[in-house]
């Protein structure tokens, strides 16, 4: 048997260019702090260039580590059987499709869904993440499809999990997103569980149209610090629900 060439896994950034230019932006002002002797001005420009540049930092810590932690205690707290079947929205690189398939026994299976857009996600492609798939050792269980979450190439009733994580807010408008939910849960099976993690304060908008849509014991929290994309001006939350 051929042994796979890619052993390495490989992640993505969210929205790239974002903490670049919070570090580029930082810097500059920190440079130009340091030239000025204009108080006490100078002091605010010293404490807006600290803020820029930790947002950088902090951002980049969400999407490369904070983000990782967030699902891990999520799926510490699930019941997930070895012949579960999952479908992720938004897979992007994998992270959260293979960590699901790795609890996944011969009969379980996860399918990650996905437009492979770059500003999305640095280098973002299937053919990416199939190779993350093969070097995580889950490929015979796991299958990628590219798709429009407002039109999902799924079944009805198909899934025992649909979960997602940061994709929910890249759908505009608000319109478009109620119809990407009523897609993710036309696939869940009767008693399974939607689990989304996102940000840019569309929470209250997700409970609401989750109530519409018939989902009980809707739980809403706060994904906490390892959730901020900058700052708890830009925080993120889980929501889950169960199909009636």
Not at 31 to 51: D, E, R
Not at 87 to 108: M, N, T, W, Y
Not at 118 to 146: F, K, P
Not at 149 to 162: H, S
Request: with cysteine; hydrophobic share 40%; aromatic share 10%.
């Amino acid at each position: 048997m051929n042994q796979p060439t890619h052993t390495r896994i490989t992640r993505g950034i969210d929205a790239p260019f974002v903490p670049i230019m919070y570090l580029i932006a930082g810097i500059l002002i920190l440079i130009n702090w340091a030239f000025s002797h204009s108080y006490p001005t100078s002091w605010v420009t010293l404490t807006l260039g600290i803020i820029m540049f930790a947002g950088g930092l902090i951002f980049l810590h969400t999407t490369l580590r904070g983000k990782y932690i967030i699902w891990q205690k999520i799926m510490s707290n699930m019941s997930i059987t070895k012949d579960a079947q999952v479908l992720d929205l938004g897979c992007g690189h994998g992270a959260v499709l293979i960590a699901f398939a790795q609890r996944l026994g011969a009969h379980g299976h996860a399918t990650g869904v996905d437009l492979w857009r770059q500003r999305d996600q640095s280098n973002n492609g299937s053919e990416q993440t199939q190779a993350n798939l093969v070097a995580s050792g889950v490929a015979d269980r796991t299958s990628l499809l590219t798709g429009d979450m407002t039109k999902l190439p799924t079944g009805d009733n198909a899934y025992d999990f649909v979960v997602s994580s940061f994709a929910f807010h890249n759908i505009k408008p608000a319109a478009q997103r109620k119809i990407a939910l009523s897609e993710a849960v036309r696939t869940l099976k009767p008693g399974g569980r939607l689990v989304i993690v996102d940000t840019n304060h569309n929470d209250r908008e997700y409970k609401a149209a989750l109530q519409d849509l018939g989902l009980k014991d809707i739980e809403l929290k706060s994904a906490g610090f390892n959730g901020w994309w900058s700052g708890p001006w830009m925080s993120s939350y889980v929501i889950q629900g169960i199909k009636k």
